[in-house]
């Protein structure tokens, strides 16, 4: 109901990403999307290593 004290919490957008969007891990630091796939995950090169980040990313974000 609209009028009721107990709102259903609005919902982020999940997260999108790009290849070549530079981005930055928690724990990998710095890298470049490499790859896609659809909702699931992205493929990043951080330099050393090139790592299958999961999706919701929560510990990534575009810089």
């Keep these: ?17 790009a290849v070549g969007d530079q981005v930055t891990h928690d724990v990998h630091g710095l890298g470049r999307v490499i790859g896609i796939e659809d909702g699931i995950a992205v ?7 090139q790592e299958r980040i999961v999706s919701p990313y ?6």
């Design 1 to 17: 109901m609209p009028t009721s004290p107990f709102k259903n919490p609005v919902a982020l957008p999940p997260k999108q990403f």
């Design 43 to 49: 493929v990043v090169d951080f330099g050393s290593a």
């Design 58 to 63: 929560a510990k990534m974000s575009k810089l």
